[in-house]
Nanobody, 116 residues
Framework: QVQLVESGGGLVQPGGSLRLSCAASGSIESIYTMGWYRQAPGKQRELVAT???????LSAGSVKGRFTISRDNAKNMVYLQMNTLKPEDTAVYYC??????????WGQGTQVTVSS
């Protein structure tokens, strides 16, 4: 079992910034992918960005140039720096972990609201 705890969500004005953090604990493997998905009201959960143990990054086109994903392998943490936030970025953001087993673990989610 892997437990994921997110932090850093909140309310921010358009054009502002937020930094999300996610800490993984439990049965952490040596090779795994972590990242972020989001789900807006009435929409399906969608990829934001993931990063592998080797540093390979996969990100959505809608966030490229604005969001930066990073990880600290020693601390089993992943971060999402979100800049130039837009109202359409409003969603619940979920931390994601996937190791060798064929299903991912999810965090409980953290709300990000972009509004003036």
């Amino acid at each position: 079992q892997v437990q994921l705890v997110e932090s850093g969500g909140g309310l921010v004005q358009p054009g502002g910034s937020l930094r999300l953090s996610c800490a993984a604990s439990g049965s952490i493997e040596s090779i795994y992918t972590m990242g972020w998905y989001r789900q807006a009201p009435g929409k399906q959960r969608e990829l934001v960005a993931t990063i592998s143990s080797g540093g390979n990054i996969l990100s959505a086109g809608s966030v490229k140039g604005r969001f930066t994903i990073s990880r600290d392998n020693a601390k089993n943490m992943v971060y999402l720096q979100m800049n130039t936030l837009k109202p359409e970025d409003t969603a619940v953001y979920y931390c994601y972990y996937r190791g060798s087993i064929p299903f991912p673990y999810w965090g409980q989610g953290t709300q990000v609201t972009v509004s003036s």
